[in-house]
């Protein structure tokens, strides 16, 4: 009899403490009564606290959902995205748009006032020196471009002109050639360097 009595307070005291750990309840499920029989959590598999709970404590808490009935509660706390800084103007004082591949102005700049280079209107010295630095890398860019990347379909092609031109200056190397079968020779070679170059975007190629 006292082992019967032990065994009914172990359940009565893990029916107590399951009921005292409910999920989140939405307000129309918290006014309900839900029997404390044990269930299972349709998401984790773990245990509930009431049969009639469709999910446990943490995953209502997680899911922002209703225990019983798993409607949408408040959204779980979470940090708000920063709203981003505000872009620098890209317009000099007077309204001239600057290059787009100049970026943002300087934001901290001197309280000085002057006449802008290029036509920018007139603002601080900070400005103007950075106005002029791309200015200066823009003339220089123009003056030296850089050279053109051979298209992705070239580069086979490359590849055949590049094995031909080694395989002829090493026979021009070996080979006892006539005036004039020496003269094709090279006239052939000049015609395959020149391809290969207009290819990578080294020179221009015209065939005759």
């Known amino acids: 009899m006292k082992t019967i009595t032990v065994s009914i307070l172990a359940i009565f005291l893990v029916l107590a403490q399951a009921a005292s750990s409910h999920a989140a309840l939405c307000a129309a499920c918290s006014d309900k009564f839900f029997d404390s029989s044990l269930g299972t959590c349709k ?9 009639a709970f469709k999910l446990c404590e943490k995953c209502s808490e997680k899911l922002a959902q209703c225990g019983a009935c798993q409607l949408e509660l408040k959204p779980a706390m ?4 920063a709203a981003p800084a505000p872009a620098a103007a890209l317009t000099s004082p007077n309204g001239k748009a600057y290059p787009a591949h100049w970026g943002a102005p300087p934001r901290n700049q001197t309280r000085d006032f002057r006449p802008l280079p290029g036509g920018y209107g ?19 860019a123009s003056t030296h471009p850089e050279k053109k990347k051979p298209e992705a379909g070239n580069t086979e092609e490359i590849r055949q002109i590049e094995e031909k031109i080694a395989a002829m200056e090493d026979l021009a190397t070996r080979a006892r050639f006539t005036a004039e079968g020496f003269k094709k020779h090279q006239e052939e070679l000049a015609g395959l360097r020149a391809r290969l ?12």
């Open 43 to 51: 998401v984790c598999k773990g245990t509930t606290s009431s049969g």
């Open 78 to 81: 979470a940090k708000e995205k």
């Open 122 to 140: 007139q603002g601080s010295g900070t400005l103007a020196t950075w106005i002029q630095k791309h200015l200066d890398q823009d003339a220089k």
């Open 197 to 208: 170059k207009a290819l990578k975007g080294e020179a221009k190629y015209s065939a005759d």
